[in-house]
């Protein structure tokens, strides 16, 4: 084995083992084994019940970096308290920027669309790093909590080239840019841009943009027009789900999440712990997400092979309880599994047979090549040389005073200051110096400070902001303070609702 590729291998909790060791087995028998060493990390539930809030041991931690890839089978996430989801922290820890999910009409697997004769090969690339999964939270007050919202100009160029990279690859015509930048003007706003920017180099690939809500509608009504869908991480994730949904669940859809050095395959679905140890488990998902990591180590041959095995084996009616015709006697997983192993050299005939070349027309055989090891903490940067300066300042208070005795107390503050009070806002709607009276408020409220009349731009830093926030400090709880400024004269921040 000194010749193999090494891959680390979680088999997960629940039903991971089986549907792992079922996959492991396929691939055993389609002669992956001959050019791939898989080397077992103890991750998931195990390492929670031992205290580690990471949910990986250190060990694990050092063989998956050493490896550069992880293939994982379903995990547990500890409810309520406690360590966070394996899968995010694993995603976040090796930068795993690009979840990519492809979803495909299959035979046997029968849903409202197939029933329509509606063929779906679309696939889903989610950003992975930022938005809410930062997990950034903070209690404010006593009735406001806060999740911060993170999107980079670099987080989103990574995960928009992979798109596009993907895109041309596959020979796609089209990508769409999923967002709610008719809401989220700055944050949305910039993966919109960063889109278009990034999609000035692919000036071969059509691009288009939607927004979330109207995304979701179309896909229920009409999936079949799109091919890629780009989206931020929250979005994403829901949607991806929500074309799973279209395809028959979470056991058909395969992930991939890849990084410029450590990339992580595996189902998505849950644990299934009411079925775990019974042998009843399909496996697709995961032989499914096995397959693109096949592929990403150029294994393109193999992959091809169980692929149009697997396509067979479902052609012919074989099926786990889950899904296929109910009046046939479901298969366990091994059976399952079995039925894929005597279809190797088998193609389908009712749908598209994978062909995958392994030679490059211009470079030869593929080879997969491991990226060198990072020596330190890559600090990324998009944006230089750009002109920054202080306009004011938001000052967010914990003080169940209403609007109007509140604008007092902070004209008060800022008399002998360059700022004057401009707004106040509560839960991001105007509520001074105009407003409504049916605008109900809580304990948190937003004050914001901007240059009075007369005073320059750029004339001073931030160190009298900081004052001014020292002064309010002296009677009012300061939850969180935010710096105004103008970047190349653009306003750095937003504006609240009625405003």
């Given at each position: ?35 791939l ?18 949910g ?45 999910r ?79 930048a ?22 071969e690939?059509?691009?288009e ?26 979005q ?75 396509l ?42 994978a ?14 090549v ?5 020596v330190?903490q ?26 109007i ?35 109900e408020?809580?304990?948190?409220y ?21 004052a ?32």
């Amino acid at each position: 084995m000194s010749d193999s590729l090494r891959i680390a291998l979680a088999a997960g909790d629940g039903i991971g083992p089986e549907i792992m060791e079922a996959t492991l087995a396929l691939f055993k028998a389609a002669g992956v084994m001959e050019k791939l060493e898989f080397v077992p990390v103890e991750m998931g539930g195990s390492e929670f019940l031992r205290g580690n809030t990471r949910g990986m041991s250190d060990s694990a931690i050092r063989t998956v970096e050493d490896c550069g890839i992880l293939f994982k089978g379903p995990m547990e996430t500890p409810k309520g308290s406690g360590g966070k989801s394996i899968n995010v922290t694993a995603r976040k820890l090796w930068n795993a920027y690009a979840n990519y999910r492809v979803f495909k009409t299959l035979p046997g697997v029968e849903t409202v669309y197939s029933k329509a004769g509606i063929n779906i090969d679309m696939a889903i690339v989610r950003e992975n790093i930022e938005d809410t999964y930062g997990g950034v939270e903070h209690r404010l007050s006593n009735d406001m909590i806060q999740c911060k919202r993170l999107i980079s100009a670099p987080g989103c160029d990574e995960v928009h080239r992979f798109a596009f990279q993907t895109a041309r690859k596959l020979g796609l015509d089209k990508i769409h840019c999923g967002h709610k930048a008719n809401i989220m003007k700055m944050t949305d706003g910039l993966f919109l841009d960063r889109f278009r920017a990034i999609g000035r180099d692919f000036q071969e690939i059509k691009q288009e943009d939607v927004i979330v809500d109207a995304l979701c509608m179309n896909l229920v009504m009409r999936p079949q027009q799109y091919e890629m869908v780009v989206l931020p991480n929250l979005q994403g994730d829901i949607v991806s789900d929500l074309v799973a949904g279209l395809v028959g669940g979470l056991g058909f859809a395969p992930s991939a999440n890849i990084g410029n050095n450590i990339s992580i395959f595996e189902a998505v679905h849950g644990t299934a712990p009411d079925i775990a140890g019974r042998g009843i488990a399909n496996p697709t998902s995961l032989i499914l997400s096995g397959l693109m990591l096949l592929r990403h180590v150029c294994l393109v041959k193999e992959a091809a092979a169980i692929e149009n095995a697997l396509l067979a084996t479902l052609e012919s009616g074989v099926r786990t309880g889950d899904f296929g015709d109910k009046s046939r006697a479901a298969v366990g997983t091994r059976e399952f599994v079995g039925a894929i192993e005597k279809n190797l050299g088998n193609k389908p005939t009712t749908v598209a047979c994978a062909h995958e070349a392994h030679v490059d027309e211009k470079t030869g055989p593929l080879k997969f090549v491991r990226p060198h090891k990072p020596v330190s903490q890559r600090v990324m940067r998009t944006f230089k040389n750009v002109v920054t300066q202080v306009v004011g300042c938001d000052i967010y208070l914990d003080t169940p005073l209403s609007p109007i005795a509140l604008a007092e107390e902070m004209n008060r503050s800022c008399v002998d200051t360059p700022f004057r009070l401009t707004l106040i806002s509560n839960r991001g709607t105007q509520v001074w110096p105009t407003g409504s009276v049916y605008t109900e408020c809580v304990d948190y409220y937003r004050v914001r400070f901007e240059l009075k009349d007369g005073v320059s731009p750029g004339s001073f830093g931030q160190s009298r902001c900081v004052a001014l926030m020292d002064k309010i400090a002296e009677a009012f709880t300061v939850c969180s303070y935010e710096l105004l400024r103008t970047f190349d004269g653009v306003k750095g921040y937003s504006l609240a609702q009625g405003q």
